[in-house]
């Protein structure tokens, strides 16, 4: 009876772990299959923070860990599978004649090899011996899991030899479990990292793949794969994708595109390989728990040596124009999206084109739908007012600096004072006037080239603010320690305007130079120096920093030296010149550096209204600041200004004078 009964079971192919047991049970005898008792009591009260688990249903190997949730028993992990070795191959996998007189060396065979040595025996060719099982099988987390560590297997085994039907079969197991009916299936899975480990499986399977000279194009639902050989001679290389998503009633497009300039930098008949997948960015985010949700497809690339930058466009799922987008490259050792892979060049409402750069720890590329809205009308209301307070302070200062230059620049301290003065309001005008020029635009994806270059001048002229104020400092340093008259006034303008201008362009040439060809120069979503990727706004943060510092301390210098200039002496009047110009730098310094403070804030956490609101503020008040401490406050200015508004009250009285003795006594004619 117990050979009849095992027979039985062979010959209607019921390979299900219930029918094992049942084999083993009657070779065995009048033996009992007992199922496990979970641990806990699933179905009794629910006391907060317990746990238990319970076996899966009969059949299916497994058990289902539950915690004790808002009195509820939430279910936290699954393990439930019905793949297993003795079922993943199919009916062709199994004979009559593999089974001798004792079956328990069969089963203890098969349980010795793992399901990855066992394909690789029966068809290594081809891989296809378990696809059909797979296929058949329900996508359970347990059996996720299962195909998840064959297919990781599979890519670790296989070294090389990867040809189209083995990249078939393979696509075939990986699209079964990135169907969009198995996503919520992944968050129950206890390794988490299996979302992850199947994109570095399937990219690394995909690095191994040899085309023979020819394309291929291997579409699925939710994966698909092409790869062509490339040529120098090409005018370009694109792979285009279309693919239904999970939550949309249509297909969302994609590409990879490689231009003719990079094709160049490939070797002789080099090849590019791409895959697309449409649900493993919501894959990702559920089985990591992240709250970063993809816009768009994902698109792998594994491109030839030598490939520097590759191109992609992405059409937006979410198509809001109220959601700021950002590009990004999946981190292979640090699972995670990664903005410093790309850049964004260009976008509107429908799609996203991103310029990204492949390599060993990037091969995975996508766009991310910011949970945070674009600035709100009141901030930039603030912004916009803020910024015309400070342009009509500067102004004012600059008309004022023009009506008294004479009267106030008669020595030499003074002249260079003023030179400092004029230069600072100059360069905050010129920057404020740039600031509202790349506020106005709409950012690096529509209007590339004039974003550049209003980056470029802000950048330079927000600089110059702070050389020259640098310049100051130097001015008076050099007055304490040295002596005024020992250089010509024309050797020290020459010096101060090498500083302010010379120091500042060079830093922003070089800045543009370095980071505008691999699309590192601006942030995405604003005409500003780039963080994320190349770093690019500590081209102005250290030098700003660094001089607040140095002005600082110089002021201590200065308030340390003059105490020892007695009244009367010959150096008294210079040192309440110098004293005038420490006054103004220990005013306009702190403020300087406490505006850019908040700057910087506002890029590290660019959701704080707070510190953008502040930072719009403060940066209205340099204008108004430098016009008040650095021009009405000033004495010799204010006296001058009164001289000059005495003269006109003085001439227009002589002149209303001479107007009425002309009316009172009119010139006679010739009779």
């Given at each position: 009876m117990p050979r009849t009964l095992l027979l039985c079971c062979w010959l209607f192919l019921l390979p299900t772990e219930s029918c094992r047991r049942l084999c083993q049970a009657a070779s065995k005898g009048q033996e009992k299959v007992v199922p496990t008792r979970p641990r806990g009591v699933c179905d009794g009260a629910c006391v907060e923070d317990s746990h238990c688990s319970q076996v899966c249903p009969p059949g299916i190997e497994g058990s289902m860990?539950?915690?004790?949730?808002?009195?509820?028993?939430?279910?936290?992990?699954?393990?439930?599978?019905?793949l297993n070795a003795f079922n993943i191959f199919g009916e062709s996998s199994y004979s009559i004649s593999q089974f001798g007189e004792d079956e328990k060396v069969y089963y203890h065979l098969v349980r010795s090899k793992t399901i990855t040595e066992m394909l690789m025996e029966r068809c290594p060719t081809d891989l296809s011996c378990v696809t059909w099982s797979i296929q058949q099988s329900p996508r359970i987390p347990g059996n996720i899991a299962v195909i998840v560590e064959l297919l990781h297997n599979i890519s670790t085994v296989l070294q090389a030899g990867v040809d189209e039907p083995k990249m078939q079969s393979y696509?075939?197991?990986?699209?079964?479990?990135?169907?969009?009916?198995?996503?919520s299936n992944w968050t129950f899975i206890p390794d988490r990292n299996s979302s992850r480990v199947l994109l570095h499986s399937v990219n690394s399977f995909a690095r191994k793949l040899s085309l023979s000279g020819h394309p291929i194009d291997i579409p699925d639902a939710f994966i698909h794969t092409r790869g062509s050989v490339l040529s120098a001679d090409d005018p370009?290389?694109?792979f285009t994708f279309s693919m239904r998503v999970p939550d949309a009633d249509r297909e969302v497009s994609g590409r990879v595109l490689i231009r003719r300039g990079e094709l160049r930098k490939a070797p002789a008949r080099a090849q590019a390989i791409s895959i697309a997948f449409s649900t493993l960015g919501a894959i990702l985010q559920a089985s990591l728990l992240e709250n970063l949700t993809t816009n768009g497809l994902v698109l792998s690339v594994i491109p030839p040596k030598g490939l520097k930058g590759i191109s992609l466009i992405f059409e937006k799922i979410n198509k809001s124009a109220e959601r700021k987008t950002q590009c990004v490259g999946w981190h292979s050792l640090e699972s995670r999206w990664d903005p410093q892979a790309c850049s964004v060049l260009e976008e509107n409402t429908q799609q996203a084109v991103c310029r990204c750069r492949p390599s060993?720890?990037?091969?995975?590329?996508?766009i991310l739908m910011s949970p945070h809205g674009l600035a709100s009308p009141a901030l930039l209301y603030v912004t916009y007012v803020g910024l015309g307070i400070s342009i009509c302070s500067l102004?004012?200062?600059?008309?004022?600096e023009a009506l008294v230059w004479g009267q106030v620049?008669?020595?030499?301290?003074?002249?260079?004072?003023?030179?400092?003065?004029?230069?600072?309001?100059?360069?905050?005008?010129?920057?404020?006037?740039?600031?509202?020029?790349?506020?106005?635009?709409?950012?690096?994806?529509?209007?590339?080239?004039?974003?550049?270059?209003?980056?470029?001048?802000?950048?330079?002229?927000?600089?110059?603010?702070?050389?020259?104020?640098?310049?100051?400092?130097?001015?008076?340093?050099y007055g304490i320690l040295v002596v005024f008259h020992t250089l010509p006034k024309s050797a020290l303008v020459a010096s101060l305007f090498s500083v302010g201008y010379g120091c500042p362009l060079i830093i922003a040439v070089i800045t543009v130079a370095i980071t505008e060809p691999i699309y590192g120069y601006l942030r995405p979503e604003a005409c500003w120096l780039n963080w994320d990727m190349t770093k690019a706004l500590l081209a102005f943060v250290v030098p700003a920093l660094a001089i607040v510092v140095i002005n600082l301390i110089t002021v201590t210098l200065v308030i340390v030296r003059t105490q020892q200039a007695a009244v009367g002496s010959t150096m008294f009047q210079e040192v309440r010149a110098i004293m005038r110009i420490s006054k103004n730098i220990a005013v306009l310094t702190p403020l300087l550096g406490l505006t850019w403070g908040f700057g910087i804030a506002t890029v590290i956490n660019d959701r704080s209204v707070a510190f953008h609101t502040i930072f719009s503020l403060l940066n209205a008040l340099q204008g108004f600041f430098i016009l008040v401490f650095g021009t009405l406050l000033d004495p010799k200015i204010r006296e001058a200004v009164k001289g000059r508004v005495t003269s006109v009250k003085w001439i227009s009285r002589i002149s209303e004078n001479v107007s009425s003795e002309f009316s009172c006594h009119p010139a006679k004619g010739p009779s």
């Amino acid at each position: 009876m117990p050979r009849t009964l095992l027979l039985c079971c062979w010959l209607f192919l019921l390979p299900t772990e219930s029918c094992r047991r049942l084999c083993q049970a009657a070779s065995k005898g009048q033996e009992k299959v007992v199922p496990t008792r979970p641990r806990g009591v699933c179905d009794g009260a629910c006391v907060e923070d317990s746990h238990c688990s319970q076996v899966c249903p009969p059949g299916i190997e497994g058990s289902m860990g539950f915690a004790c949730r808002n009195e509820r028993w939430l279910k936290l992990t699954d393990t439930c599978r019905t793949l297993n070795a003795f079922n993943i191959f199919g009916e062709s996998s199994y004979s009559i004649s593999q089974f001798g007189e004792d079956e328990k060396v069969y089963y203890h065979l098969v349980r010795s090899k793992t399901i990855t040595e066992m394909l690789m025996e029966r068809c290594p060719t081809d891989l296809s011996c378990v696809t059909w099982s797979i296929q058949q099988s329900p996508r359970i987390p347990g059996n996720i899991a299962v195909i998840v560590e064959l297919l990781h297997n599979i890519s670790t085994v296989l070294q090389a030899g990867v040809d189209e039907p083995k990249m078939q079969s393979y696509s075939t197991m990986a699209n079964h479990i990135l169907n969009s009916q198995s996503i919520s299936n992944w968050t129950f899975i206890p390794d988490r990292n299996s979302s992850r480990v199947l994109l570095h499986s399937v990219n690394s399977f995909a690095r191994k793949l040899s085309l023979s000279g020819h394309p291929i194009d291997i579409p699925d639902a939710f994966i698909h794969t092409r790869g062509s050989v490339l040529s120098a001679d090409d005018p370009g290389k694109n792979f285009t994708f279309s693919m239904r998503v999970p939550d949309a009633d249509r297909e969302v497009s994609g590409r990879v595109l490689i231009r003719r300039g990079e094709l160049r930098k490939a070797p002789a008949r080099a090849q590019a390989i791409s895959i697309a997948f449409s649900t493993l960015g919501a894959i990702l985010q559920a089985s990591l728990l992240e709250n970063l949700t993809t816009n768009g497809l994902v698109l792998s690339v594994i491109p030839p040596k030598g490939l520097k930058g590759i191109s992609l466009i992405f059409e937006k799922i979410n198509k809001s124009a109220e959601r700021k987008t950002q590009c990004v490259g999946w981190h292979s050792l640090e699972s995670r999206w990664d903005p410093q892979a790309c850049s964004v060049l260009e976008e509107n409402t429908q799609q996203a084109v991103c310029r990204c750069r492949p390599s060993s720890l990037f091969t995975s590329f996508s766009i991310l739908m910011s949970p945070h809205g674009l600035a709100s009308p009141a901030l930039l209301y603030v912004t916009y007012v803020g910024l015309g307070i400070s342009i009509c302070s500067l102004l004012i200062c600059l008309s004022i600096e023009a009506l008294v230059w004479g009267q106030v620049t008669k020595t030499e301290i003074s002249y260079l004072r003023h030179v400092c003065i004029v230069n600072v309001a100059a360069t905050l005008l010129m920057a404020d006037v740039w600031f509202f020029v790349a506020a106005f635009l709409s950012g690096p994806r529509r209007h590339h080239s004039a974003c550049v270059a209003a980056t470029f001048f802000v950048h330079f002229f927000y600089l110059s603010v702070f050389f020259w104020m640098l310049a100051k400092a130097l001015l008076i340093l050099y007055g304490i320690l040295v002596v005024f008259h020992t250089l010509p006034k024309s050797a020290l303008v020459a010096s101060l305007f090498s500083v302010g201008y010379g120091c500042p362009l060079i830093i922003a040439v070089i800045t543009v130079a370095i980071t505008e060809p691999i699309y590192g120069y601006l942030r995405p979503e604003a005409c500003w120096l780039n963080w994320d990727m190349t770093k690019a706004l500590l081209a102005f943060v250290v030098p700003a920093l660094a001089i607040v510092v140095i002005n600082l301390i110089t002021v201590t210098l200065v308030i340390v030296r003059t105490q020892q200039a007695a009244v009367g002496s010959t150096m008294f009047q210079e040192v309440r010149a110098i004293m005038r110009i420490s006054k103004n730098i220990a005013v306009l310094t702190p403020l300087l550096g406490l505006t850019w403070g908040f700057g910087i804030a506002t890029v590290i956490n660019d959701r704080s209204v707070a510190f953008h609101t502040i930072f719009s503020l403060l940066n209205a008040l340099q204008g108004f600041f430098i016009l008040v401490f650095g021009t009405l406050l000033d004495p010799k200015i204010r006296e001058a200004v009164k001289g000059r508004v005495t003269s006109v009250k003085w001439i227009s009285r002589i002149s209303e004078n001479v107007s009425s003795e002309f009316s009172c006594h009119p010139a006679k004619g010739p009779s």
